[in-house]
């Protein structure tokens, strides 16, 4: 498993933007597609955005497509989750995770490793 460190949450207005990070010491990161989940409470996690080793291959979950952006920077061992025109219905709690192959990307029992989660509330 690769040790995974998110940051970057925290309270923002409906409208507003915020970046997550996720930084890991892991030497794999580079060949390892990423991904972020979220949790609101008493809700599943669910799927909200996965990039490939390469950084040139994405996904998103429909309701965060045209809002988030997800990047990485293989140099500095982080990926990245842009969150702009935030919603209240985004608040939750949001992780980074890890696996090998880009695919299957949304499902959670196919990621490795996790982070803690770092909290985004978004209020009205």
């Known amino acids: 498993q690769v040790p995974l460190v998110e940051s970057g949450g925290g309270l923002v207005q409906a409208g507003g933007s915020l970046r997550l990070s996720c930084a890991t010491s892991?030497?794999?990161?580079?060949?390892?597609?990423m991904g972020w989940f979220r949790q609101a409470p008493g809700k599943e996690r669910e799927f909200v955005a996965a990039?490939?080793?390469?950084?040139?291959?994405?996904d998103y979950a429909d309701s965060v497509k045209g809002r988030f952006s997800i990047s990485r920077d293989n140099a500095k061992n982080t990926v990245y989750l842009q969150m702009n025109s935030l919603k209240i219905e985004d608040t939750a709690v949001y992780y980074c995770?890890?696996?090998?192959?880009?695919?299957?990307?949304?499902?959670?029992?196919?990621?490795?490793?996790w982070g803690q989660g770092t909290q985004v509330t978004v209020s009205s």
């Open positions: 990039v490939n080793w390469t950084g040139d291959g994405t």
């Open positions: 995770a890890s696996k090998i192959f880009f695919r299957d990307t949304s499902y959670p029992s196919k990621y490795d490793s």
């Open positions: 892991g030497r794999t990161f580079s060949t390892r597609t």
